[in-house]
């Protein structure tokens, strides 16, 4: 059998010649087996007829078994041609011929090197689209995270303004000079209370 992959073909006829031909010969070889059953089973029955016949039945089947191996060989013969013969003149697509799904490269042939380059190109261009993909999704993160701290952000002023209009009905101009004051006597008050502490410190070390 042909080591040939014949690949142009298979895609044609949507199986490798090889293939094919593989299932004539098993198919030949089955119809052949099952023949020579059935003549050693007439021969057999013709046999039980005739009167003190010398052949007996494991005769019989050697005998068959020595025809069978010498068709097959005969077989395997004329099989080996045939094979040449399709593979060759029926199951062969020339190579100045094109599958009509290959029509296009009459109008814009290209050589191997152009191919090459082709398919680098290709691959160029889809580490890029990736790579566009990858950076859409890391903007679409960072603008959800922009629209978390732009809620929040608003919620805080929205805060400061309450905080200013209550400053202002408790008679409180201006919040901002308010928290600042507010500040400083907190910080005042902390301050406070750590010299207090301090000195329960020392009156409990005394």
Known sequence: MSVDPMAYEAQFFGFTPQTCLLRIYIAFQDYLFEVMQAVEQVIMKKLEGIPDCELSPVQIR??????????????????????????????HIPPN????EDKCQET????????????????????K?????????????????????????????????????IGRDHGTSDFRESLVSMVQNSRKLKN???????????????
């Open 62 to 91: 050697k005998c068959t078994e020595k025809f069978l191996c010498f068709m097959k060989e005969r077989f395997d013969n004329l099989f080996g041609k045939m094979e040449h013969l399709f593979l060759q003149l029926i199951l």
């Open 129 to 165: 689209y990736k790579t566009e993909l990858c950076t859409k999704h890391a903007l679409l993160t960072e603008l959800e995270e922009q629209k978390i701290v732009q809620a929040k952000l608003k919620q805080t002023l929205s805060l400061f303004d309450e905080l200013e209009n």
């Open 192 to 206: 406070i209370r750590d010299t207090v502490e301090k000195e329960n410190k020392k009156l409990k070390t005394s």
């Open 108 to 127: 814009h042939p290209y050589s191997e090197e152009e191919f090459r380059l082709l398919q680098k190109e290709i691959e160029e261009l889809q580490n």
């Open 97 to 100: 011929i094109l599958l009509p």
